[in-house]
C-alpha cells in the first residue's frame, strides 16, 4: 500500500515527516527498531530536496512517497527543482572535502539504506530500506 505525503519547501516541514514516517510505522505494526535509522535517512533526503532541490521556496512542493513491499520500505522523495546531476558528488570523507559544509547527506543516505537511486536527473530519488521483522 501506498502513502504519500506532499510538504512546502520549509525546514519545518521535517516535522510532518516525522509524524507520517511514524504512522506508516504503527499502520503496518513494524520494528520501530528500525525507525530513527529510516527517517534518519529519509530527514536527508527531504533536507536536500528543500534546500538544494526547490532552494527554501515555500511555492514549491516536496513529495514523499512510501510503499511496503514485504520487509522493504520503498520510498521516493521527489522536488519541484531543476535536478543535479549525481556524477559530480564527491566524497565527504577525503582530507579534501572533509571541511565542505554539503556534500554529506548522500552519503549518510547510502550508508544507511539498502539501495539508493536518482531519477529524474536528480529531482526524484528512490531509496530501499530493509525493515527487520
Request: aromatic share 8%.
Amino acid at each position: 500500500m501506498e502513502r504519500v505525503l506532499v510538504i512546502s519547501s520549509e525546514l519545518i516541514s521535517i516535522n510532518k515527516v516525522r509524524v507520517f514516517l511514524k504512522d506508516v510505522y504503527n499502520d503496518f505494526s513494524l520494528n520501530m527498531i528500525s525507525f530513527n535509522h529510516v527517517f534518519l535517512g529519509l530527514s536527508e533526503a527531504v533536507n536536500n530536496a528543500i534546500l538544494h532541490g526547490n532552494k527554501l521556496n515555500p511555492e514549491k512542493k516536496v513529495i514523499i512517497k512510501t510503499i511496503l513491499l514485504g520487509n522493504q520500505m520503498h520510498i521516493d522523495v521527489e522536488d519541484d527543482g531543476d535536478g543535479f546531476c549525481d556524477t559530480i558528488l564527491f566524497d565527504p570523507t577525503l582530507p579534501e572535502n572533509i571541511k565542505c559544509e554539503n556534500g554529506r547527506g548522500i552519503f549518510i543516505i547510502h550508508h544507511l539504506a539498502d539501495e539508493v537511486s536518482f531519477k529524474e536527473n536528480g529531482r526524484k530519488l528512490h531509496i530501499i530500506f530493509t525493515i527487520p521483522e
